[in-house]
C-alpha cells in the first residue's frame, strides 16, 4: 500500500464553466476544450481542495458529506482522476503517490462503505467540423 | 457527382449589384440570418427546398456581415467553355465548396451545408447531432454522427408507430424541450449512397410541438449485436450529447445549461444495437408514458 505524503491540494478556479447535473458535476475547460464529468466522490473531493485542507481533512469532509467511512487513499485516488483531468492547481497533487483503482477499491469495500469509487470521464469538446455529418442530405 | 473544388472559370463577384445574379434571398432560421442567391432563374426558383424547417422570410436583403452566410449557386453556362466539362458551382462566401453536373445532387449539397449554418450560428436554440422521435409525451434522443446508424434507427422506431421529429437534429431550446426538425429522413442503400425519404411514406406522423426529453439512447449499429443496454448517469449523458452540439465551443455556458435542463428528468441508455426493427420496439416497449 502507498504511503501518502501531506498535501495540500487546490482545485483549479479559472477558464471553468460548472453545471450540476443531478448527482454529477460537468466542468467545461474552455482553455483545453475539454468536459468532463464528475460524479458525487469526485466532485465533493473537487470542491473541498482549498489548498488548506489536508488529504485526511478531506477525507473527513468526504465522509460526513457522503454518510460513510472513507479515508486518504481514495481521496488520492480522487486527486490522480482530477489532476488527469487538469482540474488541479500544478503541482497540487503528487504524482509519485498514484493510488491505483484495486487499491481504492479495497480501501472502500474494507470500511464497508457505500460510496462509489472517485470517476471523472473526459471527452474533447468537438469543433464544427467534427460535429458534422458531412455527407447528410446529399446524393453523391 | 460532386467533385472536389477546382480553380476554374467562375467565381461569384464580390458585388451584390451585379447582373449576373438572377436574383437573392435572405431567409432567418433559430436566429441565423443566411443569403442565398443563384445565377440563373430556374436555379433560383429551386432555392427555397434547401431552407430548414421554420425558416422565415427575412425583411431585407443582408449581404452584410450581419449575416451569418452567403452562398452562391453558379448554374452551367449555356454555352460552356470548351475542353471543359461543364459544372454547376456552389460558393460560401468567395469560397468554391463543390461543383457537379447534377444540379439535384449540388442543391442537396447546399442544404447540408445551409442546415448545418444555422445549427452553428443558431442564436436562440441549441442543436445536437441526433435522430429525435416522440413517444408518449416525451422524445427520445439517440445522438450521433454520420454512419453510426441513427437515421436507420429512427426509421424503425417511426415504423413501429414514434412520432417524427428529426434524423439529423435534435433541437433544443432553453428549458431543455425538444422542438421538430422535420426534414426528410436521409436513408443509405446499400452503396452507402443516401436518398431522401419522407416521414409521410414511412407511415409516420410528423411532431407539430416541443417535448421534454424521455431517454437518451448512445448506440451504434454492430451487425449481429443484441442490445442490452447499461444505464448512463446524467453526466454521461450531458457528455454524450455535448460531443454532437454543433456549437459546444463557440457557446458552451449554452450548451451545459441547455443540455443539463434536458437531461434532467430523462432515463438514458448505452450500448451497441443490432437489427433496428427489433431495438426499436424494444425501446418503445420500455418507454413509458410522462404521466406514469
Redesign the interface.
Known sequence: MAHLRPSYPTSRQTGL?I????????V?D?TR?R?H???RTAATVWRHCDGRRSLSQLAEVLSTELGAATDEHVVQYALDRLEDAHLLEDGASDGSQRVSRRDALRRVTLAGAVIALPAV?S?A????A??????????? | MLSTPRQRTHRPESGHGSNRWAGAFSFEGYGAVITLRASDASVLAALPRVLPPGARPSGALSFSRAADALYSVVATPATPTRGVAPAHVLFEGSRRIAESADLDALLARLESEVHFKVALASRTRLFVHAGVVGWRGTAILVPGRTHTGKSTLVAALVRAGATYYSDEYAVLDDAGLVHPFARPLGIRDDRGRTHPVSAASLGATVAGAAAPVGLVISTRHVAGARWRPTPMSPGETVLALLENTVAARRRPADALRMLGAAVAKARALRGVRGDAARVAEQILASSPSTST
Not at chain 1, 453545471?19 to 460537468?26: A, F, L, N, R, S
Open positions: 464553466l453545471e450540476q447535473v443531478g448527482d454529477d458535476t460537468i467545461y474552455e476544450k468536459a464529468s464528475l460524479n470521464l471527452i469538446s468537438p469543433t464544427p467534427m460535429a458534422q455529418s458531412p455527407d447528410s442530405g446529399v446524393i453523391l
